[in-house]
């Protein structure tokens, strides 16, 4: 087996494998306490959640789920032994990488998790904006759609080549989903009709609230780099990955960027850090030699 590995942190809107509570149940003793802070803060029983409604739960309890849960995967393969070369977030992804990566304490990350989503909900009331993601047209054709204007209806996120998120006005975004449908889009999904997430305008007033929520937080350097999804570079003092992590909440991202950090660094083993098997799925379509485990995989025992 290769020596070099990734830690992976999905983001906001995975579906559960079926496999969360198994793997919960196995290492409750890593995995549960940070559930159960979590839990208090929240005011929701994640815990529970893990064996069936992870999906039908609040917006903010599934984040504060999916954030809790990634760092305490984590914290289960360290102590196996398995140390990461490298840490990269998709989108909410990053706060759980912040944690994992010992720039940030548990409690911290799951602060800025809660001011994030309560910033990006009055950032965005009223305003009837929102993201959809587009499947089965590249990034040149989205661009193209009409309706995209790349200001208000922009590009927010690449989750891979023939996977792209708008966002922005709804209206001018359900413009470009008509016209997307019409050129052969494999598949259109709306992924939230109230905040659009890593847009410029939208999220200003979000990131700087987050940002004077950080300022006031111990940022240690990180005993592994985390990978920006904004430039693709590595990351290795506390102060910049604060700056990285309030960054990302306003600005569009590239999870492909990530990946090739991981390729350029000789990684070829990657493990996804959270519920869900959503970036397993969409290593796929980046670095298809890479072997990607999650909880699943490590429930099983196949790895």
Known sequence: MHSRVAFAFPGAGVQASGYEAPFLERYAALVGPGLARASIRVGADLSAAAGG???????????????????GVAAVLRAQGAIPTVLAGH??????????????????????????W??????????????????GLDLAEVVGLPGVDGVAVRVVLV????????????AGIERALQAAEAAGAAR????????AYHHPDCMADAS???????????????????????????????DEVRDYVVANLRTPIAW?????????????NVVECGPGLTL????????????????????????
């Open 256 to 268: 492909p960027l990530a990946i090739a950090a991981f390729a350029s660094l000789d990684v070829r």
């Open 91 to 116: 989108s909410l992804g990053v706060y759980a990488a912040a944690v994992a990566s010992g720039a940030l304490s548990f409690d911290d990350g799951l602060t800025l998790v809660e001011v994030a």
């Open 118 to 135: 309560r910033a990006a909900s009055r950032s965005c009331a009223g305003l009837g904006v929102g993201m959809a993601v587009i499947a």
């Open 159 to 170: 989750n891979a080549p023939g996977s792209i998120v708008l966002g922005g006005p709804v």
């Open 208 to 238: 700087a609230a987050l940002g004077e929520a950080a300022a006031g937080m111990v940022w240690k350097d990180p005993a592994v780099p985390v990978v920006s999804t904004i430039d693709g570079l590595a990351i290795h003092r506390g």
């Open 280 to 303: 397993t799925r969409m290593a796929r379509f980046l670095e298809p030699e890479m072997a990607w485990r999650n909880v699943r995989r490590l429930v099983k025992g196949d790895a």
């Open 188 to 195: 259109i999904v709306w992924l939230d009709r109230f905040i």
């Open 53 to 71: 409604g992870f999906e039908e739960l609040p917006e903010l309890p599934r984040q504060a789920f999916t954030f809790a849960y990634g760092v």
